[in-house]
């Protein structure tokens, strides 16, 4: 599943137009002080062996009246990472279990050292489990998914026939976590 959906130029297509749409709404609602917010999108530089090597395009904009910054959620972009969301939650799933074996073979198929998965894998394991993201989505799932099994017990839950359409939902509720300024 990893590499079929990494690899696939037309599975990062559709989560650019998820941006995209996002970016539109946000950029329709204006700035909390009223003003008028302008296109200011900047190029990130993500690591990861991925299908989406061409367009690198963060969206965001800039208010004209108070200059703040706002930059809304993305689902490409997971927060200040430097890598590809949909590399972060995939390689943090199948790493579960993970034996250095195991791990060396991961991290050749995604372009991804060992040590940076087990690290991500401490941060879905501490920190994400201490966000309001994560208490929403302990509410979604009945019985709930346990803190010990994310991302890999929320991509198991997520309904949908095609694997893309799991990922894509799931990169969706974690949303999020890839703004800081869109709520200001």
């Known amino acids: 599943m990893c590499q079929f ?9 559709f989560l650019r137009l998820i941006d995209q749409d996002h970016a539109t709404t946000v950029r329709l609602q204006g700035c909390s002080c009223g003003g008028r917010l302008h296109q200011a999108n ?17 969206f965001s904009f800039c208010c004209a009246d108070c ?16 890598y590809w969301g949909a590399v972060v939650l995939l390689a943090t799933a199948l790493c579960s ?21 087990l690290r991500w894998r401490q941060w879905w394991l501490t ?8 208490r929403d989505l302990c509410g979604r799932f009945m019985p ?35 703004t800081v300024t869109q709520r200001r």
Do not use: H
């Open 5 to 13: 959906v990494l690899q696939d130029p037309a599975f990062f297509s």
């Open 42 to 58: 900047y190029e990130r530089k993500p690591r990861g062996d991925c299908g989406a090597a061409d367009d690198k395009t963060r």
């Open 67 to 82: 200059r703040q910054r706002c930059t809304p959620e993305s689902v490409r972009f997971l927060g200040r990472r430097v």
């Open 97 to 117: 279990g993970l034996n250095l074996r195991r791990g060396q073979l991961l991290s050749q198929q995604i372009g991804v050292p060992v040590r940076t998965i």
């Open 127 to 134: 920190d994400f489990t201490a966000t309001a993201v994560w």
């Open 144 to 178: 709930p998914v346990a803190a010990g099994t994310v991302p890999g017990g929320l991509l198991a839950r997520a309904m949908g026939d095609d694997k893309r359409v799991v990922v894509a939902k799931v990169l969706r509720w974690f949303a999020p976590l890839s």
